[in-house]
């Protein structure tokens, strides 16, 4: 009876052993999946063509503040759409951070959704950046030719210089 007994133990533990290894296996690819899911939709043909001219436009900040047509006419500066429903529109913001973009000109970030879906990204980007609020899609992303999120744009001279859907890809000068 003992040797019975130890034998299902020996046999109940290895069942849980495996299962666990499994159950480590599923987490892990579920991560993959989440980061291909991630990246789906997000290609070159989701952002505008680089040396395309910039579409006119005129938007009101959070600050009060407008921006326009005219801040891109000048020297390079960054323009960050982020959607608030997008897990990886919260690190671009988080890179933005890092890279310490303060200068003047300040970015300008477009910050789409519902308000109760933008507020978590408007609130960290105010200090960072000119944020402007869009409901939908059909506003500013698509004057600037924007589908995928997040997506940044380094414009200057009213043209596009530089296109991805990640930050750290650009080059913004000087890193601190």
């Not at 993959?32 to 505008?48: K, M």
């Amino acid at each position: 009876m003992i040797q019975f007994l130890s034998a299902a133990v020996i046999l109940i533990g290895a069942v849980a052993v495996a299962a666990l290894g499994l159950a480590l296996l599923a987490v892990r690819r579920l991560r993959l999946l989440q980061e291909q899911i991630a990246l789906l939709g997000t290609s070159d043909f989701d952002l505008p063509v680089t040396g395309e001219p910039m579409p006119e436009f005129e938007a009101v900040t959070t600050d009060g503040g407008r921006v326009s047509t005219a801040d891109l006419a000048g020297p390079d500066v960054l323009v960050l759409f982020v959607d608030g429903t997008c897990p990886s529109c919260f690190d671009a913001v988080s890179t933005l951070r890092e890279l310490r973009r303060y200068g003047d000109p300040r970015p300008i970030a477009v910050v789409i959704g519902q308000p109760a879906e933008r507020a978590a990204l408007v609130a960290e980007l105010e200090p960072l950046a000119r944020v402007v609020e869009e409901v939908s899609y059909t506003g500013l992303p698509a004057r600037f030719g924007v589908r995928g999120f997040p997506a940044a744009l380094i414009v200057g001279d009213g043209v596009v210089r530089a296109a991805s859907h990640r930050l750290d890809q650009l080059d913004l000068g000087v890193r601190a």
